[in-house]
């Protein structure tokens, strides 16, 4: 974080693939492997030019082409705003039976964008799914966690599918000639006049909210550790609240 | 504290970062440093799912064209992978075995061979399915080729092979998973003053009928692959078997040096970059008379005097594999590297020479200073000095040609032919 202008530095710093999108590129390149018909994988992300860095691994680990939205225009985006924008790049991108997208992404952690995209498409949503069991020409079957377990959903297509990734995921590992064939994939960047619509409904403009600060949490102080027998423990933890005016 | 790291990748292309990231993941995944030293511990062979592990990752061959299996890499892409294996795998075993034997070796095998060795060996041990290496060593004689006694005899149209050959990488794991070797022997009078010419180069299969292998080594190091030998008694192989041309196997053997000898010295970065990095983080952290090693200028001086000469190395690595992506003019090598013909292949070689003779000496006194850092400890398993230590003195008393070796070579190409040792 800049501490004087409350943004966040993003020159130098190498762009990554959210780890909760990179599970669902997984879930959506196993199926492919698993069904017979003709299934091609679209990776989309709308982010700074140096997204293309984590596009390019999308293509390796498997998505068969790749679309950057990057554009001024779409800087500054809230949940809502980006959820407007990929919305329509997917209209443009054409028939879609599923979404898949991360449940939430590693810095944000909103949860909010694909649930607003499947609001904005008129589609179902499915969302913190573990596994996606099968799928056929009208209907897809999921399972998905909840606090009390997992459910196993069955959800006509198209839908969006928010992929929560389970402990212990080992995303597959993209080899070297993964990579080089990545390279002579479709690669492709659009800006907001690709998407149409007024520039307005995009980035800062398009937002419903407003982000009035943002700055890092002040750095904890040291912890005490109390390693005494219980009744001295006790009396040393009662004495430290009182200090410090919790009790 | 955050651990240490000296790399800096923003000189990489996009793709290189990504080989990069997904040879670090596997290696979290399957090679930990605690592993690397637990192997080195129990001995060869190198496990065997580890060997296909690589294949699958694409780290055998890179440089070998697309059409006949690999994935057609620049050497400027191959010693990267090289560094970063040297980085994964401090102690060389995978480097000796499968990054530069296989790679320098079976990228010129497959130059040399016919179409039949290119699919029965050369592109099953790029999937990891063979192991196919150098065995040029002979008892007699290793750089001293006048020395040389193994012979060739045509009969009919198979040569008949005879002799002894040793110090050879990998042994026990070709006769695990099949594979063969590289092997020159005499097929002509030995010419007096010129004992290169009148050798030829053959592909031998390790399952050969009347080639034994010798008990293995027990090594100082990179024991997780083994160093063996082999006799040869009438093995017989076909015409078809011969590399290249009939006695010239000398020179291609030059050539095949090189190709290896680039991703050694490119490996030994990667190896000397991970003992920094590995000895920095106990240095800032241990505390000796009040205050943490890493303030006393008797280590840090050390210290950086040893990054500055990796980072040194470096790029010199960086510029011989740029000259290496010259070397080759036909195969649309130069469209893959981009690059024209600049450098003859004598000062290529010099070049190559001089990473070869200097980098694993970097990585074997960084090791041995790193020992003295951290003391006990240091000297101790718990820690990868010592293995990697142990490992990269191969490479500095032999392995892919001795250091004396190299700086004749250099001596050669700078002061003239008229000032080479011996002659």
Known sequence: MDEETGTIIREGVPSVLNAFDE??????????????????????????????????????????????????????????????????????????????????????????????????????????????????????????????????????????????????????IPNIREIMKAKKKEYQEWSHEDLGGDPSEYGLDGSESVVIKTYSPPPKGEGIIVDDEPEVAVKKLMDFFEDEGIL | MARTKLSDDRDLTEEQRLFKESLLEWAERNMPLDRVIKMNREGHPYPRELIKGLADLGVIMGTVPEERGGMGLTWKDQALIAEIIGYIDPSIATAAGFM????????????????????????????????????????????????????????????????????????????????????????????????????????????????????????????????????????????????????????YTMEGFDNARILIGASAVG??????????????????????????????????????????????????????????????????????????????????????YKVPHLAKDTADDAMHWLGAAGYSSEYIFETAWRGVMSYCVGAEGGANIQKIVIGRETLGKDYVPYK
């Open chain 1, 23 to 172: 599970f669902a590129l997984n879930l959506a390149v196993e199926l492919k492997n698993e069904v017979e018909e003709d299934v091609e994988i679209v990776a989309l992300s709308m982010g700074p030019p140096q997204a293309k860095e984590a596009l390019n691994k999308c293509l390796a680990i498997g998505a068969d082409r790749a679309v950057l939205l990057t554009d001024m225009v779409f800087a500054g985006a809230d949940t809502w705003a980006t959820s407007v924008t990929l919305s329509r790049a997917i209209k443009n991108i054409g028939k879609t039976d599923i979404v898949f997208m991360g449940q939430e992404a590693s810095d944000g952690n909103t949860a909010q964008v694909g649930p607003e995209v499947a609001a904005h498409m008129g589609i179902p949503q499915l969302t913190f799914v573990t596994e996606v069991e099968s799928v056929n020409n009208s209907h897809v079957v999921a399972k998905k966690e909840t606090d009390e377990g997992f459910v196993r959903i069955k959800c006509e297509t198209p839908v969006m599918i928010a992929c929560m990734p389970t402990p212990g995921f080992e995303p597959r």
């Open chain 2, 100 to 251: 530069a034997v296989e790679t320098g070796w079976g990228f010129t095998i497959d130059r040399h061979a016919n179409d039949e060795i290119r699919k029965k060996y050369v592109q099953p041990a790029i999937r990891g399915d063979k192991f196919i290496g150098i065995a040029t060593t002979e008892p007699g004689g290793g750089s001293d080729v006048a020395n040389f006694k193994c012979t060739g005899e045509k009969d009919g149209d198979e040569w008949v092979l005879n002799g002894e050959k040793t110090f050879i990488s990998g042994v026990e794991e070709a006769k695990q998973i099949g594979g063969g070797y590289w092997v020159n022997v005499r097929t002509g009078e030995k010419v007096p003053g010129a004992a290169h010419k009148n050798m030829t180069a053959f592909f031998v299969p390790i399952d050969s009928e009347g080639l034994t292998p010798t008990e293995p080594y027990d090594d100082a190091g990179r024991n997780s692959i083994s160093t063996g030998g082999f006799i040869m008694e009438d093995v017989r192989v076909p015409e078809e078997y011969m590399l290249g041309e009939k006695d010239k196997g000398f020179y």
């Open chain 2, 271 to 356: 190896v000397t970059r991970r003992i920094l990095e590995e000895a920095a983080d106990y240095i800032k952290e241990r505390e000796v008379f009040g205050s943490p090693l890493a303030k006393y200028e008797g280590i840090q001086f050390e210290f950086v005097e040893r990054y500055t000469e990796m980072e040194a190395s470096r790029l010199m690595v960086n510029k011989v594999a740029d000259m290496q992506d010259t070397r080759y003019d036909e195969e649309g090598w130069a469209e893959r590297s981009g690059k024209a013909k600049t450098y003859s292949p004598t000062e290529i070689a010099k070049w190559i020479s001089m990473i070869k």
